[in-house]
């Protein structure tokens, strides 16, 4: 049914919370689910809604922050600090549930022009930003009980730490507001022309397909070194949770080391005293991470077949034959704006402070750090490698003289008599003489 005040704020405001609660509802489900899976024998209810209002508010970009202080017998003194991690498989969940159902309530809406839509993103923008604040604010509990629950002390010892851990509550709706601005933004312009929609849809192709890349990057690393093992160990359950919410990131990855960026990490600021810590950098390329996982090679023909995928649907997608080139030029501008935030998601990063003593020894430490791709090489790596493979896919339909899946010629429009029922004529002309027979 169609709204009868399409252009109106009231009917911008009831499409915006059915868009809303359908992209919270959506991802608060998997973020649960999720949580379940991630979840140890020793956590409580409260602590697994705990987890999955990280999950959820993580989507959308938002990091942690915690603080804890404590002594226990020879080892005491205060920690704090953040850490922003975003499980990338939610963030695609969150973005496709958005996009679906803004393009259900607005599919029988009369939109006379550019307004309408964009108000409609802006309402939803903003309620989801609402919902996350909600969130990200009760997503919070004691610092005791999270080193309970990852068994890093006793339960008899959870009284002795202070301090709490949750979401950094300013950081949660902005996050949410920018990425669903953003993502019905740009749907919203799309609808309204035709010179987004092809490039639009190869990124789209290129997003969805992450999870695909990330799930053949873990059979990359079947065969390779085993990991080190200590005293942390990680249940089943818990490793196929964390490893779905990583999916995309890992998928991401690939694709960056397959163009060969390079990876690695950074560590900077001071330690002193008994804080053993290794300050400095070390980012790689592909071929120094396949010494150990030698499946990795396999990185790059799967960073060219999405790229490919991604540019052919590109070029399907252009309303005329003439028109690819600049698609695939557009591809590649909305390219260069996505992929440096993408590398910006798919990393760890945080930072920390500690003082305090062990065995007697003052120690002191303030760091900050990131785990992943190194920004701006990686970026600029996969570029090159999405220019090359626009290049081909460019030169391949311009040789064809048609889009990829066009047919190779246009059907006859000959039709035989049979196929028109066309009755013959008998009649007479118009000047008198008889008609000849039908042929």
């Known amino acids: 049914m169609s709204d009868p005040r399409p252009g109106t704020l009231p009917g911008s405001v009831r499409r915006g919370a059915a868009v809303a609660g359908a992209t919270l509802a959506v991802t608060g489900a998997a973020s649960l689910l999720l949580a379940w899976l991630i979840a140890t024998a020793s956590m409580t209810f409260g602590q697994l809604l705990t987890t999955a209002g990280v999950l959820l508010a993580g989507a959308f970009g938002a990091g942690v922050d915690g603080s804890m202080s404590g002594s226990f017998v020879v080892v005491g003194g205060t920690a704090s600090g953040s850490a922003t991690a975003v499980p990338l498989t939610l963030t695609l969940l969150a973005g496709a549930t958005a996009v679906l159902a803004f393009r259900r309530v607005s599919r029988d809406v009369p939109h006379t022009g550019a307004a309408t839509p964009l108000v409609d993103a802006a309402v939803a923008a903003a309620l989801v930003a609402v919902g996350v604040l909600v969130v990200a604010l009760l997503a919070r509990t004691g610092s005791g009980g999270i080193l ?4 890093w002390i006793a339960a008899r010892d959870a009284d002795q730490v202070r301090g709490d851990a949750g979401v950094v509550p300013w950081r949660a709706p902005l996050g949410a507001f920018a990425l669903m601005l953003g993502v019905l933004g740009v749907l919203a312009v ?25 799930v053949l990057g873990v059979l990359m690393l079947a065969g ?38 390079p990876a690695g990490y950074t560590v900077d600021g001071s330690a002193s005293g008994d804080l053993e810590v290794t300050l400095g950098a070390f980012h790689s390329r592909l071929g120094h991470w396949t010494d150990s996982e030698p499946g990795l090679w396999a990185a790059i023909p799967v960073a060219v077949l999405v790229l490919g995928l991604s540019a052919l649907r590109v070029a399907r997608s252009s309303t005329d034959v003439r028109r690819v080139p600049g698609d695939l030029l557009r591809w590649l501008a909305l390219l260069a704006v996505a992929l440096p935030g993408l590398a910006v998601v798919s990393r760890l990063s945080g930072t920390g402070r500690v003082a305090g003593q062990s065995w007697g020894e003052e120690g002191r430490g303030e760091l900050t750090g990131t785990l992943g791709l ?66």
């Open 148 to 151: 309970v629950a990852l068994d």
């Open 190 to 214: 799309t609808t309204l022309g035709e010179r987004l929609r092809a490039p639009v849809h190869g990124l789209v192709t290129l997003l969805l397909l992450l999870p695909v890349a990330g």
């Open 224 to 261: 390779g070194d085993p990991a080190p093992t200590g005293d942390v160990s990680v249940e089943a359950a818990s490793g196929v949770g964390l490893g779905l919410a990583a999916l995309a990131t890992w998928g991401f990855a690939v694709l960056a080391l397959g163009a060969l960026g």
């Open 374 to 439: 190194d920004l701006w090489p990686a970026t600029l790596h996969l570029l090159a490698l999405a220019g090359a493979v626009a290049l081909v896919v460019g030169l391949l339909v311009r040789a064809r003289g048609r889009r990829p899946g066009d047919r190779l010629s246009a059907p006859s429009d000959r039709r035989t008599l049979e196929e028109t029922s066309v009755t013959p004529v008998t009649g007479g002309s118009s000047d008198g003489h008889p008609a000849p027979p039908h042929p």
